[in-house]
């Protein structure tokens, strides 16, 4: 367990007739940053992630809380850009987490 807010939950409905998944929007996402040079990509390819020097995953929650930083790689990520390349993390991160939970929303919806 983490220090914070306990374990999250996952409610599971198996009778089909409610929301499929409750509870993601206390869950963090993980999103992996990778570093080519001098130019940050988000979300790279197997061949991006080949050729990068570094690469930061870091997982954010739906209140751009960074919830974990992990990096990896043959040079690691350049000190001058972590804290960029952990900005744009979060961003991505609030917004893609905003977009699956307005997806699930209107899924619930349509059911």
């Known amino acids: ?26 869950l963090p996402l993980l999103v992996t940053m990778a570093q080519l040079g001098l130019q940050p990509v988000t979300d790279p390819g197997a061949l991006e992630e080949a050729s990068a020097s570094g690469m930061l995953h870091v997982a954010v929650d739906s209140s751009a809380h960074v919830c974990g930083m992990h990096q990896e790689g043959p040079k690691g990520v350049d000190p001058a850009t972590l804290v960029a390349l952990t900005e744009t993390a979060v961003v991505v991160g609030k917004s ?7 997806f699930l929303s209107s899924a619930a919806v349509v059911q």
């Not at 409610?11 to 993601?24: F, R, S, Y």
């Not at 893609?96 to 307005?102: D, E, G, N, R």
């Open 1 to 26: 367990e983490g220090g914070g807010g306990g374990a999250a939950e996952i409610e599971l409905d198996d009778d089909g007739a409610g929301v499929p998944l409750t509870g993601l929007e206390s």
């Open 96 to 102: 893609t987490l905003h977009s699956l939970q307005m």
